[in-house]
């Protein structure tokens, strides 16, 4: 007798959730906000900051953090502050420059003189200018919470998360966690794949911080069985699909929380899809400095995406000498990542099919970076991820 499957059971990234769904997730679920929420309450204006926090006291009982959280938190509280701190520092020093830039037109022979311009009359203009942006400057500088002094978000959130937070893996899971970010990344599995190229030589832990926190999640979505509402301001392409301007979470994701908790559901939303499904009500103006930082997270985001890919752009076209010598040279200037993993693949199928060769050997012919062309020799030459971890440093 023929077995029946069903779609939905076993497609489950591919389904949506029902409202019941949703609100059964809402009353019951379990809510993570990643590092990035936390370090947002800096940037904030005190008004907002206080209202967030408001928020986040209603909703305490339901509240977890991965130990990984906390730890990127503590290690980046102080520069977040500190830096928002020093920028009328720089304000002030790119004034500076301005002008500099600006009467430096009239140092060169053609344009050393204006009929109607005088260079000294231009620059004492050009000082009252600076002298009434320098004032709102210091204006508004002096409206700025002295973190430094008095951490008020500290104290709320060590009060919050009071009895909350999870344990860390131990050393050996950690490095089982670095294992398979390596594979992971290589075959552009999410999460934080995105942060390879920014991250990479920067320390394990920083480099696969993401993964790290969402093992985190699955194990303790598994062990208490409760789903998971998550929230974070990274809109990078390893958390989220993008279409038309909407973010839905990324449906490996979705398969993998499905699967390894046993059928828990996860919703994942930025802090402003968070504030407004939470249903707390807050102020119009809170509302609109989050969407406003949210904005340039992502404009930053987008920036650094388009660096990376423009990086590996270049890369791959300044190893081809002609367009004919690689036959999807358009796709690997449109999709540089994808381009690159099908280029793997053809050569680790050709290598595979015609030498008896060891995963580390693989690497060197490959002449990529030596843990990730490594990870990917393992993952071409040995198959199932069961296999790999234990095949790692073995001849075939």
């Known amino acids: 007798m023929l077995k029946r499957y069903n779609m939905n059971k076993h497609y489950p990234e591919f389904k949506k959730y029902t409202a019941d769904e949703i609100n059964g997730v809402w009353e019951h679920g379990a809510i993570v906000l990643d590092t990035n929420i936390l370090l947002n309450l800096y940037r904030y204006s005190e008004a907002t900051r206080d209202e967030i926090l408001s928020v986040m006291e209603k909703l305490k009982d339901r509240l977890w953090m991965p130990y990984q959280v906390g730890l990127e938190y503590f290690n980046n509280r102080v520069n977040t502050f500190s830096s928002?701190?020093?920028?009328?520092?720089?304000?002030?020093?790119?004034?500076?420059?301005?002008?500099?830039?600006?009467?430096?037109?009239?140092?060169?022979?053609?344009?050393?003189?204006?009929?109607?311009?005088?260079?000294?009359?231009?620059?004492?203009?050009y000082d009252e200018a600076i002298k009434q942006v320098t004032e709102y400057i210091d204006k508004q500088t002096e409206k700025l919470h002295n973190y430094a002094h008095e951490?008020?978000?500290?104290?709320?959130?060590?009060?919050?998360?009071?009895?909350?937070?999870?344990?860390?893996?131990?050393?050996?899971?950690?490095?089982?966690?670095y294992e398979e970010g390596e594979i992971r990344y290589a075959g552009l599995l999410p999460p934080g794949f995105m942060d390879e190229k920014e991250k990479r030589g920067q320390g394990l832990r920083h480099l696969f911080g993401d993964l790290i926190v969402w093992k985190e999640i699955l194990n303790y979505s598994k062990n208490n069985g409760v789903d998971v509402i998550f929230v974070t301001e990274d809109t990078k392409d390893d958390w989220w699909h993008k279409k038309d301007g909407?973010?839905?979470?990324?449906?490996?994701?979705?398969?993998?929380?499905?699967?390894?908790?046993?059928?828990?559901?996860?919703?994942?939303?930025?802090?402003?899809?968070?504030?407004?499904?939470?249903?707390?009500?807050?102020?119009?103006?809170?509302?609109?400095?989050?969407?406003?930082?949210?904005?340039?997270?992502?404009?930053?985001?987008?920036?650094?995406?388009?660096?990376?890919?423009?990086?590996?752009?270049?890369?791959?076209?300044?190893?081809?000498?002609?367009?004919?010598?690689?036959?999807?040279?358009?796709?690997m200037l449109n999709n540089p990542?994808?381009?690159?993993?099908?280029?793997?693949?053809?050569?680790?199928?050709?290598?595979?099919?015609?030498?008896?060769?060891?995963?580390?050997?693989?690497?060197?012919?490959?002449?990529?970076?030596?843990?990730?062309?490594?990870?990917?020799?393992?993952?071409?030459a040995f198959g199932p991820a069961s296999e790999i971890i234990k095949k790692l440093t073995q001849d075939k």
């Open 84 to 125: 928002i701190a020093d920028m009328h520092n720089d304000f002030k020093k790119k004034l500076s420059e301005s002008k500099a830039n600006l009467l430096n037109v009239f140092n060169k022979p053609e344009t050393s003189r204006h009929p109607h311009i005088n260079r000294d009359g231009l620059g004492k203009v």
């Open 151 to 177: 951490d008020i978000v500290l104290h709320k959130l060590v009060a919050i998360y009071d009895g909350k937070v999870g344990e860390d893996f131990s050393t050996e899971d950690l490095f089982d966690i």
């Open 246 to 331: 909407k973010l839905t979470p990324h449906r490996e994701l979705i398969r993998e929380f499905r699967k390894e908790t046993e059928g828990h559901k996860i919703l994942m939303y930025q802090q402003k899809g968070f504030i407004e499904a939470s249903k707390q009500n807050v102020n119009e103006t809170t509302t609109t400095e989050i969407e406003e930082v949210s904005k340039e997270d992502e404009r930053i985001s987008r920036e650094r995406t388009e660096q990376i890919l423009q990086g590996l752009r270049q890369s791959w076209t300044s190893q081809i000498p002609t367009v004919s010598a690689y036959p999807n040279y358009m796709k």
């Open 337 to 380: 990542l994808l381009a690159i993993l099908e280029e793997q693949n053809r050569k680790m199928e050709a290598i595979k099919n015609s030498l008896p060769i060891n995963a580390l050997d693989l690497a060197t012919l490959q002449g990529a970076s030596p843990a990730v062309a490594r990870a990917k020799a393992a993952f071409e």
